[in-house]
């Protein structure tokens, strides 16, 4: 039987800043936050999914002027782990919600987007 699409948890946080060193800087000597990997972020890892993947959180920050959190008009996004990403959007569009461009398909995943009533983006992520 074919899991229909759902949101499984949190997938990141992505937030903007005038200062992405700086902040990363703050986290790191603060809270003892690590950036993992160079232009993704600080990666949280949980035990390995029922896939047998390496399952993790993301908190991600982006320099002021970027454009990746449009058409959101929030100063943050929210990524949203889902299980079968095409059944989910299918539900998002019969409630009349846009879904933002095409889905992407990355080396970790696809990535689909949408805004809520907030104008706050939404990142739905498939690992």
Do not use: H
Not at 14 to 43: A, C, M, N, S
């Amino acid at each position: 039987m074919t899991e229909t699409g759902k949101v499984t948890g949190i997938g990141g946080l992505f937030f903007k800043t005038d200062d992405v060193d700086g902040t990363k800087e703050w986290y790191r000597r603060v809270l003892g936050i690590q950036e993992d990997q160079p232009g993704y972020g600080i990666l949280f890892p949980y035990d390995q999914d029922k896939d047998g993947l390496k399952a993790y959180s993301v908190f991600s920050l982006f320099k002021s002027d970027t454009d990746y959190l449009k058409p959101g008009t929030q100063e943050f996004m929210l990524n949203f782990r889902v299980s079968n990403l095409e059944n989910l959007i299918e539900k998002i569009k019969a409630q009349n919600v846009d879904v933002e461009g095409p889905v992407a398909e990355e080396g970790c995943g696809k990535f689909a987007w949408i805004v809520d009533p907030n104008g706050i983006k939404l990142e739905l992520w498939e690992q």
